[in-house]
């Protein structure tokens, strides 16, 4: 079995910083894919930005400049550095992963979601 957890999420001021860390657990070989989406109260899940395993990384527009997506392979982890945080960036933040365990090939495994709340 594998499961990604979602960390480091919370309340922060516009302007501030958060750093969300994805771990991922279980027999696994390697990570692929990994992507960071976000879900604010009454709105569509939307893609914030993405790692591919070589590094290359892709952001939505809004975030452009002020988030980092980044990976630790050795430590399975994925991280997102938000900086300039603003009110609109206030949602629900998950992981989501494509990821080779010693049983089987996992597409598409989501985290739970970790709360961001960015207000004065």
């Known amino acids: 079995q594998v499961e990604l957890v979602e960390s480091g999420g919370g309340w922060v001021q516009p302007g501030g910083s958060l750093r969300l860390s994805c771990t991922a657990s279980g027999s696994i070989i390697s990570i692929y894919f990994m992507n960071w989406y976000r879900q604010a109260p009454g709105k569509e899940r939307e893609l914030v930005a993405e790692i591919t395993s070589s590094g290359s990384t892709n952001y939505a527009d809004s975030v452009k400049g002020r988030f980092t997506i980044s990976r630790d392979n050795v430590k399975k982890i994925v991280y997102l550095q938000m900086n300039n945080l603003k009110s609109e960036d206030t949602a629900v933040y998950y992981c989501?992963?494509?990821?080779?365990?010693?049983?089987?090939?996992?597409?598409?495994?989501w985290g739970q979601g970790t709360q961001v709340t960015v207000s004065s």
């Open positions: 989501k992963g494509d990821i080779l365990t010693t049983t089987l090939y996992a597409s598409g495994v």
